[in-house]
């Protein structure tokens, strides 16, 4: 499996390393008790595309979005994870 | 009185100090250590104060992309997104450039390889394309040898290669190259 890291240009996957679900969200700070179980404890397994981080460990350290069809391996997408996370701010203000 | 601190090589105590080819060297194995490194990661949002600094100190453009720019003793690598690996064969002082600098002279080791073998050998180490179509002089990659992480770049068409590694890898790192370049006629010897 080869990843095209944004700064990089396309990589073998032994130079990545992977932490897991991209989609997660931390719950607000007052939120009840099953909401931070479920951020916590709680994954889906899909069998299909999947968004997931990764970081590029022994290139440019950066963290990366990943999107995955965890059937095929296909790759149809990979964005820097600081750009998600702004626009994802962007949008949540 | 503490006594003043004295540059020394991480390699004297750990790999032979000459390994010689029998005939004509293929590939050329030193370490390089003559040279000033400082770690320069920009500011969240004066990226371009930085750029404009460098450009009035050094009279070049900080490379955006993985590239690696000469100026006279001086030069810039890419070394990730808004963080720079410089160098200087002259006593430059980069503390004054508005970023985030640590001086990586000490904690850095520069391991130089060339001749026509270099290509070759270093195929065997690392799993980037190094053929000069794809990999040039001036081109600076961040990847691993041998799962040690290294900054790789050429910097000239001998070719000559420059593996810029942890101080602590350069051991394993050597005897890696001097392993892979064993049949291709390398001589490695220690500054």
């Known amino acids: ?93 | 009185m503490p006594e003043a601190l004295i540059a020394k090589s991480p390699l004297r105590p750990h790999v032979a100090s000459e390994v010689s080819a029998h005939g004509d060297a293929g590939v050329t194995l030193r370490e390089r250590l003559d040279l000033r490194l400082a770690q320069i990661s920009a500011l969240r949002g004066r990226e371009q104060e930085l750029a404009d600094a460098v450009r009035q100190a050094f009279g070049v453009e900080l490379p955006a992309t993985s590239k690696r720019v000469v100026s006279g003793p001086v030069a810039f690598a890419w070394a990730g997104p808004g963080r720079w690996l410089a160098s200087s064969t002259a006593e430059t002082d980069f503390s004054a450039l508005p970023g985030a600098v640590s001086d990586q002279s000490d904690g850095r080791a520069v391991l130089s390889v060339s001749g026509p073998k270099a290509r070759e050998t270093l195929a065997t180490l690392i799993s980037l394309d190094l053929h000069p179509r794809a990999f040039a002089t001036g081109d600076v990659a961040l990847t691993h040898a041998a799962s040690i992480a290294v900054t790789l770049w050429q910097s000239d068409d001998a070719p000559t290669y420059e593996l810029v590694c942890f101080r602590t890898f350069a051991a394993t790192l050597w005897r890696w190259i001097a392993h892979a370049g064993a049949s291709r006629g390398i001589d490695a010897k220690l500054g």
Request: proline share 5%.
């Open chain 1, 1 to 93: 499996m080869r990843i095209a890291c944004p700064h990089c240009g396309p990589r073998g996957v032994d130079e990545f390393s992977y932490l897991g679900d991209a989609t997660l969200t931390r719950p607000a700070s007052d939120a009840p008790e099953a909401a931070f179980a479920d951020y916590v404890y709680f994954r889906d397994n899909p069998a299909g595309e999947h968004r997931e981080l990764w970081q590029h460990a022994s290139g440019c350290q950066s963290w990366l979005v990943v999107t995955r069809d965890t059937r095929t391996h296909a790759i149809s997408q990979v964005e820097a994870a600081r750009d998600v996370a702004l626009a994802r701010s962007k949008g949540a203000a």
